[in-house]
Nanobody, 131 residues
C-alpha cells in the first residue's frame, strides 16, 4: 500500500524552527517528485517547496525562500522540510505529496502550482507559529 506520513509539526514561537518529515512506503522515491504544501484556515492549499525525482532540482515559493530547505533521502524513503525564521503567516496544515515521473524529462522537474499532478498525499501535520 502506498502511503505518505508527515510528522514534526507543532507550536513554535515566531523566529523559531521546525523540521518536518515525510515518510514514504510502498513506492520507489527514485521516480517521484515530492512537494510540500500548506493550507491555512479559510485559504486554498498552496505549494511551499518541491524537489524533483532526478537531479534534486528544487523550487521554493517566494514566501519561504531563504528560510525553508527541502531535502530527500531516497534510501530511507524520507523527505524533509527544514523551516527556520518562522512567521505567524507560516501557520497551517502541512502536507507532503508525491508526483510520479513517467519520463526522464518529468523526473527532472516538479511543480508548486499543479496540485493535480500529485498522485499521493499524506494526511498533514499542523504547524502553528504564535507567541
Amino acid at each position: 500500500q502506498q502511503q505518505l506520513v508527515e510528522s514534526g509539526g507543532g507550536l513554535v514561537q515566531p523566529g523559531g524552527s521546525l523540521r518536518l518529515s515525510c515518510a514514504a512506503s510502498g513506492l520507489n522515491l527514485d521516480y517521484y517528485a515530492i512537494g510540500w504544501f500548506r493550507q491555512a484556515p479559510g485559504k486554498e492549499r498552496e505549494g511551499v517547496s518541491c524537489i524533483s525525482a532526478s537531479y534534486d532540482n528544487i523550487y521554493d515559493a517566494d514566501s519561504v525562500k531563504g528560510r525553508f530547505v527541502i531535502s530527500r533521502d531516497n534510501a530511507k524513503k524520507m523527505v524533509y522540510l527544514e523551516m527556520s525564521s518562522l512567521k505567524p503567516e507560516d501557520t497551517g496544515l502541512y502536507y507532503c505529496a508525491a508526483d510520479l515521473g513517467l519520463t526522464h524529462e518529468e523526473r527532472r522537474r516538479c511543480s508548486l502550482e499543479d496540485l493535480d499532478a500529485y498522485d499521493l498525499w499524506g494526511q498533514g501535520t499542523q504547524v502553528t507559529v504564535s507567541s
